[in-house]
């Protein structure tokens, strides 16, 4: 099916994080300025145009971020921001562990967090500040 023939138009998407503890998971984002919902058993933690949605793990040694698998990604999840300066200030102000990064340049800035289960969630794009 060509590109022009396409009728739905996809608008976001929602990833899964399996966790050990839904309340502590829930605190991480919510800390982090995400807005929280309880949907059909499981947390929604929104900002912007991402999602997770936070499921509790039955058996907690289930929980393995595939950022920390051999051969994989230094990533769990990536979103694009317009200000990775200003998400940067944020989360040093809220103590979020930054585990790579901030990484600026002419042609791409981006850094990487590690949640309350070890994700790893990349944010990348552009700067708002006299970095620029």
């Known amino acids: ?65 595939s950022s920390a698998a051999q051969g994989g990604l230094y990533f769990d999840a990536f979103a694009y921001t317009d200000a990775v300066d200003l998400l940067v200030e944020e989360c040093r102000a809220n103590r979020v562990e930054i585990v790579n990064g901030p990484h600026y340049s002419e042609h791409w800035n981006e850094f990487t967090i590690k949640d309350a289960d070890g994700y790893r969630i990349a944010f990348g794009g552009g700067i708002r500040s006299e970095l620029k």
């Open 1 to 65: 099916m060509s590109q022009s023939t396409v009728g739905a138009k996809i608008t976001g998407s929602s990833i899964v994080l399996l966790v050990k503890d839904i309340q502590e998971a829930s605190a991480f984002y919510k800390n982090l300025g995400f807005t929280y919902e309880e949907i059909g058993g499981h947390v929604h933690v929104s900002r912007g145009m991402i999602t997770f949605i936070l499921h509790p793990a039955a058996n907690k040694e289930d929980v393995r971020p």
